[in-house]
């Protein structure tokens, strides 16, 4: 009855394929004659076989010409074949088939059929825009396989990071007022340096002068070698707590002014002027700029380079020092150059380090803090140290500075 009724209808089909034949959608399939079928399946299955040949010829003109229009194949259906008038047009590489059993009928089929053809190109065109979008948004984020709708899951963890970040805050708010307590409890151990510690020191000093003075020609050589060791000995004591407390106070005076090296330089001059004098030594400076910075850092920083600069040279040499400053971009660089000893390249970072003085220069005065004070007083302002030496000629140390 059904096959009966199917009979009576115009029944039509239309079928996207590929060059080769093989049919990749079904559009439109009154019969049901691909119901049975899976996609992708080949035309020529269901093209009964007396058709075969006009289905070669027909399929080699479309693909050629680009159309072919009504030709008549017969189709499988059920156990019998019916005759479909055939139209085909080759558009972007597929092919639509359009089929209709009733000649009459096929352009109006064909309306019908290019009407849902065309709304169905819109669809993928518009697919294919969402698709392109989605991945230039993905291209843009740089995550891989990152599509549209991903953006709410970016979003929950850019919500998830700020919180992250502002607990983050919290913590480095409670770290820094820890830091500021432990700052004030250095401040109270610094001062009980400067005056509990220092003063039993300053006691054995004051008494071995004493001894020195009242009873050292009562001692015999090594006695008197003794007492210059112990002498000695209380004296860098004093000192090394003197650079302690430098070095403490080199990073908690933080406070920043309009500094003018040249007249820096000057100060320091007149602090060294009994060792300037005692080694007839002279510096040569250029104009020194006006800096933002920290005073009594900087004068720290000139004191110690310009003294490590005369004590670092040797007896017969007459110490000179050149001072100068270029201007960079964003920064000052300026140079310290002496004629001294020089500083083999090997122990350009360690001579830095607190307390370290080079093997052949531990008996010279100085704790081996000197150095360290300096770069901290620098880094502190945001600068940078470095040197450059030839051993026996002489050592250069750079500081650049932010302007
Ligand atoms: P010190 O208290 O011994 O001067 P520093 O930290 O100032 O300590 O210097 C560390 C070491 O670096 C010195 O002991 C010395 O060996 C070397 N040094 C520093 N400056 C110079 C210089 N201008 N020329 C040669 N050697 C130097």
């Not at 039993?200 to 020195?212: S, T």
Request: hydrophobic share 40%; glycine share 6%; charged share 30%.
């Amino acid at each position: 009855m059904a096959d009966a009724e199917n009979k009576d209808r115009i029944l039509r089909v239309m079928l996207k394929c590929n060059r080769k034949g093989a049919v990749n959608e079904i559009l439109l399939d009154h019969a049901g004659i691909f119901s049975e079928k899976k996609v992708p399946v080949q035309i020529h299955e269901v093209i009964s076989p007396d058709s075969l040949e006009a289905l070669g010829d027909f399929w080699v003109q479309v693909t050629d010409q680009g159309m072919q229009e009504h030709i008549q194949l017969h189709v499988k259906y059920l156990n019998e074949s019916l005759r479909f008038t055939f139209s085909g047009y080759l558009i972007h590489d597929n092919i639509l088939l359009c089929g209709s059993t009733e000649t009459a009928a096929v352009e109006k089929a064909m309306d019908e059929i290019m009407q849902i053809y065309s709304e169905q190109l819109n669809m993928i065109r518009l697919a294919e825009k969402k698709v392109k979008l989605a991945q230039s948004a993905k291209d843009n984020l740089g995550i891989n396989g990152l599509m549209l709708n991903d953006f709410t899951e970016l979003n929950n963890e850019l919500i998830n990071k700020q919180r992250e970040l502002s607990r983050k805050n919290k913590e480095v708010n409670l770290l820094n007022s820890e830091l500021q307590a432990a700052r004030d409890s250095m401040e109270m151990f610094a001062y009980s340096i400067s005056h509990d510690l220092k003063e039993p020191v300053r006691m054995v000093n004051a008494f071995m002068g004493r001894i020195k003075e009242q009873y050292e020609d009562r001692l015999d050589d090594k006695g008197k070698r003794y007492l210059g060791f112990a002498l000695d000995g209380s004296l860098r004591l004093g000192n090394m707590i003197d650079d302690l407390l430098h070095f403490y106070r080199a990073t908690n005076n933080s406070k920043q002014e309009r500094v003018d090296l040249n007249e820096i330089l000057a100060e320091v001059k007149v602090m060294l002027r009994r060792q300037l004098r005692e080694r007839n030594a002279r510096i040569f400076s250029d104009q020194l700029p006006v800096i933002a910075g920290n005073a009594v850092g900087l004068k720290q920083v000139f004191q110690n380079l310009i003294s490590n600069a005369l004590k670092f040279v040797p007896e017969k040499t007459v110490p000179e020092i050149n001072i100068s400053a270029v201007e960079n971009e964003a920064s000052f660089e300026l140079r310290l150059a002496d004629n001294g000893i020089g500083i083999d390249k090997s122990h350009y970072d360690e001579i830095f380090k607190l307390f370290k003085q080079l093997e052949h220069e531990k008996m010279k005065e100085g704790s081996g803090m000197g150095l360290a004070i300096v770069r901290r007083i620098v880094n502190h302002m945001g600068g940078k140290i470095w040197l450059h030496s030839e051993k026996g000629t002489g050592t250069t140390f750079y500081i650049s500075l932010p302007k």
